[in-house]
């Protein structure tokens, strides 16, 4: 089973300011990587997929990039809207797995 | 617009059975993979199970194989989840997902149904 460590677990952070959430696979998953976000009692939404590719409505300041078994998720300048829960998943191998999770948090 | 509604959770004694479903709507269901995820209280994300397009490829997390079914309905555009022998370990809201392929990336998400399994 592929292992996904996320990091920081949270990140405290004023609007405006850029996150830097991190996902480190404990094997190689190419590029099969996506990124979720979620809010208090909310499904999670897909935003990013492919390691790199935004869904569809996702805005500008979400990208994703890495390869193999580093990934990063980048929020360009935090919206207030943006305060949430960010999972990784890999869709390599079976069976799927998801990363613990990082909490961005308003400072 | 892509629609989910995931129905039939509730409180079951361990070991018991409950069968929950998911009513899609807004797009071609037959084209699509299904998934369930799952999220205990307080914690983070777990895949369930997935489905092809056609049913006839599933998948199942090690932790619910034999006790857990995914099954899909075309016809009816719904997705299944038949659960057996129910553990304390199982409670959890569950959410359907749609797939671009049985392995993701899961895309949207239903609005999640609460099973708990407690005596």
């Known amino acids: 089973e592929i292992v996904l460590t996320q990091s920081p677990a949270t990140l405290s952070l004023s609007p405006g300011e850029r996150a830097t959430l991190s996902c480190r696979a404990s094997?190689?998953?190419?590029?099969?990587l996506a990124w979720y976000q979620q809010k208090p009692g909310q499904a999670p939404r897909l935003l990013i997929y492919d390691a790199s590719n935004r869904a569809t409505g996702v805005p500008a300041r979400f990208s994703g990039s890495g390869s193999g078994t580093d990934f990063t998720l980048t929020i360009s300048s935090l919206e207030p809207e943006d305060f949430a829960v960010y999972y990784c998943q890999q869709r390599s191998n079976w069976p799927l797995t998801f990363g613990g999770g990082t909490k961005v948090e308003i400072k | 617009e892509v629609q989910l509604l995931d129905s039939g959770g509730g409180l079951v004694q361990p070991g018991g059975s409950l069968r929950l479903s998911c009513v899609a709507s807004g797009f071609t269901f037959s084209n699509y993979a299904m998934a369930w995820v799952r999220q205990a209280p307080g914690k983070g994300l777990e895949w369930v199970s997935s489905i092809s397009a056609g049913g006839t490829t599933t998948y199942h997390a090690d932790s619910v194989k034999g006790r857990f079914t995914i099954s899909r309905d075309n016809s009816k555009n719904t997705l299944y989840l038949q659960m057996k022998s129910l553990r304390a370990e199982d409670t959890a809201v569950y959410y359907c997902a749609k797939g671009q392929y049985t392995s993701g990336p899961f895309d949207p998400w239903g609005q999640g149904t609460l099973v708990t399994v407690s005596s």
């Open positions: 094997q190689s998953v190419t590029s099969y």
